[in-house]
């Protein structure tokens, strides 16, 4: 096997549930017979400008190599196209790395989590959400989490939008948009909490996403509000752009943040983490290049006392689900995975998916990343061609608001 090489690089673009979670899958061929690898290149807003990345450039340019040299593979993809670091190539690289370190494990015989040192724990802690139009919705939707033995569960109130959104429209002459009052979340989000703790006390850990819909200085004030209800943590308060503003909120309160689902570039990251100004790196690991930076980065992590939350939601591949699986078996600095539902579709589509039980996901011992993909099934689910509008959020003036 000396003379390994990859052969093809083949990109499926599927949709198994909503038109929010499109997924980019890649397979990577070798010259070995039936030696390929899976790897996720999701990027759900922009399919296609993945899917022509992977097709005319990082395909052609991995093909002929030797899959084995995943390290200068990665740093080659990276810098080929000279500029670097956006959110396109970042998951065309992702889709490919993952699936080299697939292949990694596939040589070795070993699960990728072996590959990195073996198991901290032979399951992981997940969380999943809860929501509804009241208090007492948001709460007995909690409540049916624990019976599913869930304790951990992000609680929102009305979406990330809040309640005012269902009344609110675009002013005369204002643009199409989501429209959403910040300022409810000052008010009814530090009452929902103390609710759910009245109601549920301190059995169950609670966790809440801002969606980074705040201005920096309320964002200050909704972390210290929060702080009574002992949060498990507080996420994404504050859009990368406003990233300075973590070191006031640190001297102004404990409650423990989590970032980075909108993070591509290494810098946005490491004053964070350097700085100790986060306690849980919160980032969605193709669209920082894969499996490879990603385990840079929780060693990183680790030796600032951060841990571990990867961004897994509906629109992370069931492939890209397991290779953070993966990191979380193996990574001491585990923090929390998030974690959905999946729909009988994709349990088909993508065989070995990690499976939970009593809030514990559990990753098959399979080689590599454990996981299958049904390409003929995939076929028959082709996504959704219309663009996503729930990130066009507005002010009830009709101002634009950053995610």
């Known amino acids: 096997m000396s003379e390994l090489k990859i052969t093809d690089v083949q990109v ?35 399919i296609h400008a993945v899917d022509a990345a992977i097709r005319r450039h990082i395909g052609p340019f991995v093909i002929g190599k030797d899959p084995r040299n995943i390290e200068d593979l990665w740093q080659s993809m990276m810098v080929s196209a000279y500029w670097r670091n956006g959110p396109v190539m970042n998951n065309a690289i992702s889709g490919i790395d993952m699936a080299l370190w697939d ?29 509804g139009r009241s208090f007492e919705e948001v709460a007995d939707h909690v409540r049916r989490c624990m019976e599913r033995g869930y304790r951990h569960v992000r609680c929102q109130l009305g979406g990330y939008v809040g309640l005012d959104a269902a009344h609110l429209g675009p002013p005369e002459g204002g643009q199409a948009g989501v429209y959403f009052n910040p300022k409810e979340k000052l008010t009814r989000v530090p009452a929902l909490f103390e609710h759910l703790r009245a109601e549920l006390g301190d059995e169950v850990e609670l966790l809440h996403d801002v969606h980074e ?45 989590a970032m980075g689902e909108l993070f591509n570039h290494p ?47 509906g629109d992370t591949s069931p492939v890209g689900a397991a290779a953070c699986v993966h990191l979380d078996l193996a990574m001491h600095n585990f923090g929390i995975q998030e974690w959905g539902r999946r729909g009988e579709a994709e349990e088909e589509m993508f065989p070995g998916l990690p499976q939970v039980r009593e809030g514990m996901i559990y990753a098959n011992q399979r080689a590599g990343l454990g996981i299958c993909f049904d390409e003929e099934m995939a076929a028959e689910f082709p996504p959704d061609e219309r663009d996503l509008d729930w990130t066009i959020a507005r002010l009830p003036d009709g101002t634009l608001w950053r995610p």
């Open 103 to 131: 292949i990694k494990g596939k040589l070795a015989d070993m699960p990728c989590y072996d590959l990195w040192g073996g198991r901290c724990r032979p399951a992981v802690t997940a969380y999943t959400h809860a929501g």
């Open 213 to 257: 819909r705040l201005a920096p200085i309320d964002a200050v004030a909704l972390a210290k509000s929060l702080e009574p209800y002992r949060l498990f943590f507080l996420e994404d308060l504050l859009a990368p752009e406003d990233i300075d503003w973590f070191q006031n909120i640190r001297s102004q309160c404990a409650t423990p943040i």
């Open 12 to 46: 499926h673009l599927t949709q198994p549930t909503s038109p929010a979670c499109r997924l980019v899958i890649v397979k990577v061929l070798t010259s070995e017979a039936g030696l390929y690898g899976l790897g996720c290149a999701t990027y759900t807003q922009r």
């Open 267 to 313: 810098r946005e990251i490491t004053p964070l983490v350097a700085g100790r100004l986060i306690d849980f790196i919160r980032v969605h690991i193709s669209q920082i290049g894969g499996i490879t930076p990603a385990l840079k980065l929780a060693h990183l992590c680790d030796a600032f006392g951060v841990r571990t939350a990867w961004h897994v939601p």
